[in-house]
């Protein structure tokens, strides 16, 4: 398995940029599926962003052309790039590693955008 930690979140107004970082603490080249996902208050988890092998990305409808996935391999690192942030982004945001068939989750990084 691996450990995430997220880090990165923070306030921001609406229109600006923030940069999420997932450092795992193991080498990731092997990992093919890594993506980051958002829980809102009073809502279910959902996906935001996925990068599978290392080169597909999937993107959820929300957030297609403001948000890019990317990973850094020598640095056991997946970024996510958040432009043209909204109020609805606001949530915290998780790393998500699937490692053998298993989940393997951060503990979050609160994100705020204000209007």
């Known amino acids: 398995q691996v450990q995430l930690v997220e880090s990165g979140g923070g306030l921001v107004q609406a229109g600006g940029s923030l940069r999420l970082s997932c450092s795992a603490s193991?080498?990731?080249?092997?990992?093919?599926?890594m993506g980051w996902y958002r829980q809102a208050p009073g809502k279910q988890r959902e996906l935001v962003a996925v990068i599978i092998s290392g080169a597909s990305t999937n993107y959820a409808d929300s957030v297609k052309g403001r948000f890019t996935i990317s990973r850094d391999n020598a640095k056991n690192t997946v970024y996510l790039q958040m432009n043209s942030l909204k109020a609805e982004d606001t949530a915290v945001y998780y790393c998500?590693?699937?490692?053998?068939?298993?989940?393997?989750w951060g503990q979050g990084t609160q994100v705020t955008v204000s209007s």
């Open positions: 193991r080498p990731i080249f092997s990992i093919n599926v």
């Open positions: 998500h590693a699937q490692v053998r068939g298993f989940n393997n």
